[in-house]
């Protein structure tokens, strides 16, 4: 009698794999024999193994399989220095993330200038997009390689027809065996399932369909995505939060769509909320608007920086992307080093020191390569390092102005 093991290709660790004959029917699974005696650390790790079919248990000390071992760049060195405490991160590889912002924000620039960052790094970028609003010259212009090119990662781009489609196309590749990708949902948010495609126009009879198909297919997709090495940025949009009571309106004013479960399944969740000052308007030489400058916060974080803010400005003329160095000066203008008289500051580090104006810090942080090394060692030891080492106050870090 021939007996061949059928595993489910979804999971790396299914605890139902079954046994089959010839004619399909089902064979009793061998029971496991444990050896006599007390247990070894090593027969426990071996017997726990072998029950589930794969590596799922582990020695702690010599390796730990939910650790963080690769970030990709967001290409805000402010942003990639507040995610994790203590080191200059990105987004986590291994992980499910959440970049959502109002509409206006940047999301689709910023998991642009992403995908490009992962491609640089080796990672193959799947890209897809339910809005139909990305174009080649978009992506190029952030920085995405999409010919083939040795030493990057592919990128594919792909329709999201609806909400099973995107999961079960992202359950397949990890299944396939295909190591270190970047998964990119552009957006969850206006991505339909198939129950609201086939239905009329009346919301109420798809209620809660979506968020049900959401909730289990992103607790399906965990492990493979961490046992791949590869990670998953879910873009979403953040909507006004329309309820009968005003202290929850207040101390709430957001929320995203795909149901409270999802905020379970993500190690990361960044928002974007812009500024209607016209102060934090980008205009060019002849006054139109060409980008604008934008508020970021971590609403989660599972590397102790839960609410920690910044802000960075983003282009969408000619010039596409984050400004990163002209968010460095909000960042380091707290230091010590740095003092001001009327329009000039000076920078004192070390034995260097160099007076400018604010208006040219950007240019000196591009140019000059003292003073931008100076700069970046001070975002080091004030922004990451002190707030790993609790120096200082809590409202240098987080902004306490609507919490």
């Not at 897809?128 to 090119?149: M, N, P, Q, Y």
């Not at 970047?182 to 339909?192: H, I, Y």
């Not at 003329?317 to 003092?339: K, L, Y």
């Not at 329009?343 to 931008?372: C, I, M, P, S, V």
């Amino acid at each position: 009698m021939i007996r061949r093991t059928i595993k489910n290709p979804l999971f790396l660790n299914n605890f139902n794999n079954q046994t089959y004959n010839r004619k399909g029917e089902t064979m009793p699974k061998k029971k496991l024999k444990l050896a006599t005696g007390k247990l070894t650390f090593k027969d426990k790790l071996k017997m726990i193994n072998k029950l589930a079919g794969n590596d799922v248990a582990h020695d702690l000390t010599q390796e730990n399989p939910t650790d963080v071992y690769d970030w990709i760049p967001t290409s805000s060195t402010w942003l990639d220095s507040i995610i994790c405490r203590g080191r200059k991160a990105g987004i986590p590889v291994g992980r499910i993330s959440e970049l959502a912002g109002l509409s206006g924000t940047g999301k689709s620039y910023m998991a642009a200038q992403i995908s490009g960052n992962a491609q640089k790094k080796g990672y193959n970028v799947y890209y897809f997009d339910a809005e139909s609003a990305i174009s080649s010259e978009f992506l190029e212009k952030c920085g995405c390689i999409l010919e083939e090119t040795d030493g990057y990662g592919d990128f594919v781009y792909i329709q999201a027809q609806n909400v099973e489609f995107v999961l079960e196309t992202i359950e397949a590749i990890l299944s396939s065996g295909e190591e270190n990708n970047l998964f990119v949902w552009d957006s969850l948010a206006l991505t339909p399932a198939i129950a609201d495609l086939e239905s009329d126009f009346n919301p109420q009879s798809t209620m809660a369909v979506k968020p049900r198909i959401l909730s289990k297919g992103l607790a399906k997709l965990l492990q493979p995505i961490s046992n791949s090495n590869s990670a998953l940025l879910v873009l979403n949009q953040l909507k006004d939060n329309i309820t009968r009571s005003p202290a929850e309106a207040m101390t709430t004013p957001y929320f995203t769509p795909g149901g409270k479960a999802l905020i379970y399944s993500y190690s990361l969740r960044i928002w974007l909320t812009g500024r209607k000052a016209k102060a934090s308007f980008v205009n060019d030489d002849k006054g139109y608007r060409i980008g604008s400058e934008v508020k970021c916060k971590l609403e989660k974080s599972r590397f102790g920086t839960h609410g920690r803010m910044c802000n960075f400005k983003i282009l969408w003329g000619d010039q596409v992307g984050i400004q990163d160095e002209e968010s460095w000066f909000d960042a380091v203008s707290p230091s010590e080093c740095i003092s001001n008289s009327g329009a000039w500051f000076t920078l004192k580090r070390n034995g260097y020191e160099k007076r400018f104006q604010k208006a040219k810090f950007a240019t000196l942080a591009r140019e000059d390569e003292e003073f931008r090394k100076n700069i970046l060692d001070i975002i080091d030891e004030e922004v990451i390092m002190k707030f790993d080492k609790r120096l200082g106050e809590a409202s240098q870090y987080y902004d306490t102005e609507n919490e």
